[in-house]
Nanobody, 113 residues
Framework: QVQLVESGGGLVQPGGSLRLSCEAS????????MGWYRQTPGSQRESVAI???????NYADFAQGRFRISRDNTKKTVYLQMNSLKPEDTAVYYC???????WGQGIQVTVSS
């Protein structure tokens, strides 16, 4: 069964940090291009960061320098470390197998004091 399960979201104060995790099953994880995306109400889903099977990364401008995507192929898990969080980072974050229709269920991240 193909599945992506996200965890690690929640409420954090501005300037704080969160680490999102996404555990995959039912896919050839080691060779999959993985990504984190986010969406706010009324807006299109946007890319946050992507990572290749060998660890090459690409970030959206807003994520550069604050967020870090990584993966552990032995655990079939991709991570998103988010630092210096801002209220505008509030969104539902999704894990995605890039160039496929495979998405996680989404996890809420709220940055508020």
């Amino acid at each position: 069964q193909v599945q992506l399960v996200e965890s690690g979201g929640g409420l954090v104060q501005p300037g704080g940090s969160l680490r999102l995790s996404c555990e995959a099953s039912g896919i050839n994880f080691r060779t999959s291009l993985m990504g984190w995306y986010r969406q706010t109400p009324g807006s299109q889903r946007e890319s946050v960061a992507i990572i290749t099977g060998i660890g090459s990364t690409n970030y959206a401008d807003f994520a550069q320098g604050r967020f870090r995507i990584s993966r552990d192929n032995t655990k079939k898990t991709v991570y998103l470390q988010m630092n210096s969080l801002k209220p505008e980072d509030t969104a539902v974050y999704y894990c995605h197998v890039v160039k496929t229709g495979i998405w996680g269920q989404g996890i809420q991240v709220t940055v508020s004091s």
